[in-house]
Nanobody
């Protein structure tokens, strides 16, 4: 079955960087719009970034200028480069694959703390 598997989360100090990956199987990331979402403790899941089939991107205001979404079609993997991380970026990060059926990964924890 389709699987989206996130990795790359962890503990980082404020101002640091992380790169999240979302590896897909039985699903071709280049064919669909792909998303990153996040959910902080006690809060609803929120949209973070989007990349369209043509490579166009957009970001939530809270991460604009700090995060970059991209994909490697050869590796069939979606990425989220996160720079200048802040404590308020602490959350579980999820990738989502679009299409006739939407698919979610299991999430990866990002904790920004000194």
């Amino acid at each position: 079955q389709v699987q989206l598997v996130e990795s790359g989360g962890g503990l980082v100090q404020p101002g640091g960087s992380l790169r999240l990956s979302c590896a897909a199987s039985r699903y071709v990331v280049s064919r669909y719009t792909m998303y990153w979402y996040r959910q902080a403790p006690g809060k609803e899941r929120e949209w973070v970034a989007i990349i369209g089939r043509g490579g166009d991107t957009n970001y939530a205001d809270s991460v604009k200028g700090r995060f970059t979404i991209s994909r490697d079609n050869a590796k069939n993997t979606l990425y989220l480069q996160m720079n200048s991380l802040k404590p308020e970026d602490t959350a579980v990060y999820y990738c989502k694959g679009g299409g006739p059926t939407e698919y979610w990964g299991q999430g990866t924890q990002v904790t920004v703390s000194s």
